[in-house]
């Protein structure tokens, strides 16, 4: 069964740091590029970071550039979003989410949800005093 899994999230205070995991099973994550998003309530769900398993390109939303980094363990088929400095205004579900890289029409959609088709239930992030 192809699942991604993601875990990680939490309450944190602003300035403070979280992880997210986005565990790939059922599928090596050869070959694809692996997203992170977030929704929060009453927003679109939009593009936060990417990665390319192929030759490790990143991409990062302007609103979280310096402040995030994704990176990927192929070993343990995971991908991760490491978020330092957060922001009440990053409080959202983050999501996970791949596509092949093949599939893949532009690099200026490697940031909109619809270019990805396999999704993770998500995982909730609090940033909050």
């Known amino acids: 069964q192809v699942q991604l899994v993601e875990s990680g999230g939490g309450l944190v205070q602003p300035g403070g740091s979280l992880r997210l995991s986005c565990a790939a099973s059922?599928?090596?994550?050869?070959?694809?590029?692996i997203g992170w998003f977030r929704q929060a309530p009453g927003k679109e769900r939009e593009g936060v970071s990417c990665?390319?398993?192929?030759?490790?390109?990143?991409y990062y939303a302007n609103f979280v550039k310096g402040r995030f980094t994704i990176s990927m363990d192929n070993a343990k088929n995971t991908v991760y979003l490491q978020m330092n400095s957060l922001k009440p205004e990053d409080t959202a579900v983050y999501y996970c989410?791949?596509?092949?890289?093949?599939?893949?029409?532009?690099?200026?959609?490697?940031?909109?949800?619809?270019?990805?088709?396999?999704w993770g239930q998500g995982t909730q992030v609090t940033v909050s005093s």
């Open positions: 989410a791949t596509v092949r890289v093949p599939d893949v029409r532009a690099i200026q959609a490697l940031l909109h949800p619809p270019t990805y088709d396999n």
């Open positions: 059922g599928f090596t994550l050869d070959n694809y590029v």
């Open positions: 990665i390319s398993s192929t030759d490790r390109t990143t």
